[in-house]
């Protein structure tokens, strides 16, 4: 059964990194990503990556999120750099479908597309 497994949250400093994974199970999806609920707000999409290589990421995390995947690995990345405490929360890796832009196809980072979840990595960031 396809299923996302993450991995590689912990408990850092400002100002550290971290290097989130998340295996796939070998299926092959157009549309994966990374999602996060921070305390006291609803989960939102941070980044994404189709299957072309394209990505999309927030506004909130352009410049210190890198979104990545290592097909061979069957495994999807999310590289973390300067990272503060409002980043804490739980980080989910999710598969959706994907829209089009512009008549070009992108992963769009929205709840309502997502169509399987992982259970999701706890990242806490100490000032």
């Known amino acids: 059964q396809a299923q996302l497994v993450e991995s590689g949250g912990g408990s850092v400093q400002a100002g550290g990194s971290l290097r989130l994974s998340c295996t796939t199970s070998?299926?092959?999806?157009?549309?994966l990503g990374w999602f996060r609920q921070t305390p006291g707000k609803e989960r939102e999409g941070i980044a994404s990556?189709?299957?072309?290589?394209?990505?999309t990421y927030a506004d909130s995390v352009k410049g210190r999120f890198t979104i990545s995947k290592d097909d061979a690995q069957n495994t999807l990345y999310l590289q973390i750099n300067n990272l503060k405490p409002e980043d804490t929360g739980t980080y989910y890796c999710?598969?959706?479908?994907?829209?089009?832009?512009?008549?070009?196809?992108?992963?769009?980072?929205?709840?309502?597309?997502?169509?399987?979840w992982g259970q999701g990595t706890q990242v806490t960031v100490s000032s």
């Open positions: 070998g299926y092959k999806y157009i549309c």
């Open positions: 999710a598969s959706f479908r994907q829209g089009t832009i512009a008549g070009s196809p992108f992963c769009p980072l929205t709840r309502d597309e997502v169509n399987r």
């Open positions: 990556i189709h299957s072309s290589g394209s990505r």
